[in-house]
Structure formats: C-alpha cells, structure tokens
C-alpha cells in the first residue's frame, strides 16, 4: 500500500461490491492504487477527512478496475472519486479540496 507514514489516519479498504453499496447509500468511494503519487496527494489532502470515505484498490480488485475504466473512458486513472450523482479524478490541488468537500457532507463508512 502507499500508506508509510504510520501518522496517517487509518481509512476503509473494500471491495467494489462494498464501494458500491456505501455510494448508494449516500458515501463516497476512492479508487486508488499502490505507487500512484496522486492517490499519495489525495489522501495527504483530506487528512483525517480519508476515513470518512471507502478506499478501494484497482490493482487487488478487478471489479473495481473495471468500474474505473467504464467511468473514465477505458482508462484506469486514479484517484477516481465517486458519489451516487458525480466522479471525477483528483489529481490537482482544487479537485482535492472538491473531495474533501463531498466527503466531508457524505454519510460515514460503518
């Protein structure tokens, strides 16, 4: 995982069926990957706002890399941020405060 830093609030790692159901029910799910410096800049940027959302690694779950892809045409960019009415990717500083923003008024992982 990209997480080294042992500060770092600890986040909800799921499965895509899971991210799935906590979107329709009102939450936010982050797709990520290993390696990827956008993913590093997100989490970074929303703090402890992270744990709020549910994070879900494309690389350990097909289905999630699939659901990317069918959300950004074909392509597996990450961090892929979704709600039930929008997605987008943060990858710039403004995008990342957009996330905050949604994560922060979405309803909290269980």
């Not at 600890?10 to 390696?35: I, K, M, T």
């Not at 800049?41 to 779950?61: P, S």
């Not at 941020?81 to 943060?90: D, K, S």
Request: aromatic share 6%; with cysteine; net charge negative.
């Amino acid at each position: 995982m990209f997480r080294k830093d042992p500060a770092r609030r600890a986040r909800p790692e799921v499965s895509q069926a899971e991210a799935a159901r906590h979107v329709a029910d009102g939450g936010v799910a982050v797709y990520w990957r290993p390696g990827c410096p956008f993913c590093s800049m997100l989490e970074r940027g929303l703090g402890e706002e992270a744990g709020r959302a549910v994070w879900t690694n494309i690389w350990e779950d097909r289905d999630a890399l699939a659901h990317v892809e069918s959300l950004n045409d074909g392509n597996a960019t990450v961090p892929t941020v979704v709600t039930a009415e929008e997605h987008f990717v943060a990858a710039s500083p403004a995008q990342v405060a957009a996330a905050k923003a949604l994560i922060a008024g979405a309803r909290t992982h269980p």
